[in-house]
């Protein structure tokens, strides 16, 4: 019986403070205007007692139908419940009294809501720890997705009091230091910058917090821009990188084929003369150096991707997300525009929590392909709706010459500014094709002009000036 009542001692009483409890719901009681010094901290589920969740409850309910909350009110307000049902009355309403009567003042109270909240988040950490524990007894526990949920369970400990209305006033210091900042950097680059000179001027860089959806067609060359901004980036800052569609082999293939200007070709299948080796030597030194994180784990869902963008966050903050490509994660079919509803704004959740921009390819509608303008509008991004209000930048990638071989703008790539709060929408950047070597360059001079017929000669075939010349690249994507 001495060991019975041993084991009993030493079970463990969930954390709670009945004590701080009361003397919150007491001082509401007392004094009515002190709920705004709790209303922000406190809600029902965080009290331990559950008739002293009932209670803040009502309140809460009372002061939005703007109805006085004194202990009397309150107490009558629980009789009248328990007649409706028909039950005896459970005397809330004298404890109530007793409890008004026993509170010195609310001088204290945001004090007692604080000790309130974190009991409740000891409890919650208790219950997420024994899920936890739960999960890993399952018959059907696979490591990777049991990770990823652990994880999201632990980020939802994350305190939910913050945000709020604050005083204009308030904000003007931190906007101030931002300015003299910005001005102090003395270039117009005030987001990460990517390697296109005229990007960069229409957008100021890849703003932190954004999120920025670079989408087209298949073989336009949108994997080829998210891995040029990606290595760009990751000179100075770190990057992770997601690839959903392509392998870490590939990804180095195609950074190495840019960095070098060695032919994209030559590195699948080396050959011939070495003359190309020490150009790679080079890259692969100079790319060992890039701060740059890859996961090419495919059709990941999206609460995986980010429970392990935190933990990589947690140990080394990310200056830049890439995710290649929205389109490719795991869904379901049936729920197509709400899950991609949801990826986008899982992405925006971590852009504005790491405070770093991110930046997701997707591809284009396949009725793109269909029209006799083939320049794409934000109607063709799959399931446009949802990720078109998400997305804060929202940039087409196109190629006039992928649609016609006769084209004035063969080795032009366009970059659409579709949607930006920042940027002039509609704007075009025009950028040189070199998909040979995996990269898209900064035009070097101006645009090339439409062909003139020559005179005496039939109409047909153009003469082309500018990048008349220029090989066309494999088309890959």
């Known amino acids: ?52 969740q009932l209670v803040y409850r009502t ?20 009789e009248a419940q328990a007649k409706a049902a028909g039950r005896d009355d459970d005397g809330i309403g004298s404890y109530l009294i007793d409890l ?25 950490m208790i219950d997420i720890g024994t899920e936890i524990i739960n999960a890993g007894f399952d018959p059907g526990f696979t490591p990777d997705e049991g990770i990823a949920a652990a994880q999201t369970l632990m980020q939802g400990l994350a305190p939910s009091q913050t945000g709020g209305l604050v005083s204009v006033s308030d904000t003007l210091p931190d906007w101030f230091d931002d300015l003299r900042h910005r001005f102090e ?6 987001g990460v910058p ?8 229409a957008t100021h860089g890849l703003q932190d917090g954004d999120l920025i959806i670079l989408a087209g067609r298949p073989s336009m060359g949108k994997s080829i821009a998210g891995l040029n901004i990606t290595d760009f980036a990751a000179r100075d800052r770190h990057v992770a990188l997601f690839s959903l569609e392509m392998n870490k082999k590939q990804i180095n293939r195609r950074g190495i084929s840019a960095a070098a200007k060695v032919p994209h070709d030559w590195l699948l299948a080396p050959g011939g003369a070495d003359e190309h080796w020490s150009k790679v030597t080079g890259a692969v030194r100079d790319r060992r150096a890039l701060q740059l994180s890859i996961d090419d784990t ?32 795991k869904i379901d079919a049936k729920l197509a525009r709400f899950e991609y509803g949801e990826i986008a704004q899982g992405l925006k959740t971590l852009a504005k929590e790491f405070n770093c921009p991110v930046v997701a390819l997707g591809q284009l509608n396949r009725a793109l392909s269909q029209r006799s303008d083939k320049r794409p509008t934000m109607a063709d991004l799959r ?13 087409f990638i196109h190629r006039e010459d992928y649609y016609d071989k006769n084209t004035h703008m063969r080795g032009v790539v366009e970059l659409i500014l579709a949607k930006g709060r920042d940027v002039e929408a509609g704007k075009s950047i025009f950028l040189a094709n070199d998909y040979a ?27 082309f000036f500018g990048g008349a010349g220029r090989r066309l690249a494999p088309e890959e994507d």
């Open 298 to 329: 495919p059709s990941l869902r999206i609460s995986q991707l980010m429970a392990r963008a935190r933990a990589l966050h947690a140990r080394n903050p990310i200056r830049l997300l890439v995710v290649d490509h929205i389109h490719d994660f």
């Open 194 to 201: 990517t390697p296109w000179a005229a990007l960069n001027d």
């Open 185 to 190: 950097l003395g270039t117009s680059v005030t």
């Open 59 to 78: 309140i809460r309910d009372m002061v939005e139908r703007d109805r006085p909350f004194d202990a009397v009110t309150l107490g009558e307000w629980f």
């Open 100 to 124: 008004a009567a026993t509170t010195p003042s609310a001088a204290n109270i945001a004090g007692y809501a604080q000790i309130v909240s974190d009991k409740a988040l000891a409890r919650r």
């Open 437 to 463: 070597h995996m990269a898209l360059r900064d035009m070097d001079g101006p645009l090339p002009l439409p062909a003139e017929p020559e005179r005496g000669s039939k109409p047909g075939k153009p003469r």
């Open 383 to 395: 399931e446009s709706g949802e990720i078109e209000q998400k997305a804060d930048m929202i940039i």
């Open 1 to 52: 019986m001495h060991d019975a009542d041993q084991a009993l001692a030493h079970l463990r009483v969930p954390p709670q403070s009945v004590a701080a409890e009361q003397a919150v719901i007491g001082g509401l009681m007392q004094y009515p205007e002190a709920w705004a010094r709790v209303e922000a901290l406190l809600q029902p589920e965080d009290f331990y007692r559950r008739d002293h």
